[in-house]
């Protein structure tokens, strides 16, 4: 079975750029989050979504934002690009989403890495 | 902001000894999971413990949990040149989203 795929892997942008990346999760996993990893900040959650639905969001202004399509794939964008942005950013999947009952193994992808400058 | 933090924050063994790496949290959870990453790479799932667990193994991995110290371990035995990596803990409490501790940098010297 195929793993998480995230296009494209390497992004050079320039501030006030806008930018998209692409995740598709694990065939037949329907859940999709977002994590950004800094050297200062680590790994941070941007968002959740299951079912097309933002179902959990993280402590990130608003441009940042994101999206699920009906075949689970997933895509962020960040508006308004500053250089603090620059990271890795990582696109997890899981076969589901249990509400506050539980959390499921995520399978990560390789990441795209993002430079802004 | 990260729930956990682990320690120590880099651990240098050779070949053959067995490393050790230590995750400590601020919240309740339902489950904990250690994940290694490699060189800015992707994260890889390696174990996961529930709540009401208190031990779980995995090949040469083994993880214990004490909820009411609010903390966790992780124990690679037999290290191996290719156990040289990053290894994070991360706590899951509501949904799937998972609050990362700040990882441990483990070296293994061939």
């Known amino acids: 079975k195929a793993g998480v795929t995230q296009t494209p892997r390497y992004l050079i942008k320039t501030r006030g750029q806008q930018v998209t990346l692409s995740c598709s999760p694990i065939?037949?996993?329907?859940?999709v989050s977002w994590y950004q990893q800094t050297p200062g900040q680590g790994l941070q959650f941007l968002f959740e979504y299951f079912s097309e639905t933002q179902r959990n969001k993280g402590n990130f202004p608003g441009r940042f934002s994101g999206r699920q399509f009906s075949n689970s794939r997933s895509e962020m964008n960040v508006s308004t690009l500053e250089l603090g942005d620059s990271a890795l950013y990582l696109c997890a999947s899981s076969f589901t989403y249990r509400g506050p009952v539980s959390t499921d193994t995520q399978y990560f992808g390789p990441g795209t890495r993002l430079t802004v400058l | 902001s990260q729930q956990g933090e682990e320690d120590p924050q880099a651990l240098s063994i050779q070949e053959g000894e067995n490393a050790t790496m230590n995750c400590s949290y601020k919240t309740s959870i339902n489950n904990l999971q250690w994940y290694r990453q490699n060189s800015g790479r992707g994260l890889v799932h390696l174990i996961l413990i529930r709540s009401n667990e208190r031990e779980k193994h995995s090949g040469r991995l083994r993880v214990t949990l004490d909820t009411s110290k609010k903390s966790s371990s992780l124990l690679i035995t037999a290290s191996r040149a290719a156990d040289t990596a990053s290894y994070f803990c991360?706590?899951?409490?509501?949904?799937?989203?998972?609050?990362f501790g700040g990882g441990t940098r483990v070296l293994v010297k061939p």
């Open positions: 065939s037949g996993h329907r859940s």
């Open positions: 991360a706590t899951g409490a509501a949904g799937n989203k998972l609050t």
